[in-house]
């Protein structure tokens, strides 16, 4: 499975961003992680197949997750960014048991 992780960029705080991450197949739960420099990996939204989505604590109410199933695409809007927003946006996709990640897509929050 190869992802292909898409909309990232430079905002302001306060601002939003849309990312896509695309899948080259069906896949069943997709997640959206995200890393910091000197941080650790965050999981920040999962989705399942059927639409079951669960945030961070530290993103809920800002950002939504969703798929296009059709498109094998999974969705992060993410509003009212905050610059400790600012990290590498990576999703990953599950298949039969294992996850597959994609490379990442930067975004940064300026105050």
Request: hydrophobic fraction near 40%.
């Amino acid at each position: 499975v190869q992802l292909q992780a898409s909309g990232g960029g430079l905002v302001q705080a306060g601002g939003s961003l849309r990312l896509s991450c695309a899948a080259s197949r069906s896949v069943s739960a997709m997640n959206w992680c995200r890393q910091a420099p000197g941080k650790q990996r965050e999981l920040v939204a999962s989705i399942t197949a059927g639409g079951t989505t669960n945030y961070a604590d530290s993103v809920k109410d800002r950002f939504t997750v969703s798929r296009d199933n059709a498109k094998n695409t999974v969705y992060l809007q993410m509003n009212s960014l905050k610059p400790e927003d600012t990290a590498l946006y990576l999703c990953n996709a599950v298949f039969f048991f294992r996850a597959y990640w994609g490379q990442g897509t930067l975004v940064t929050v300026s105050s």
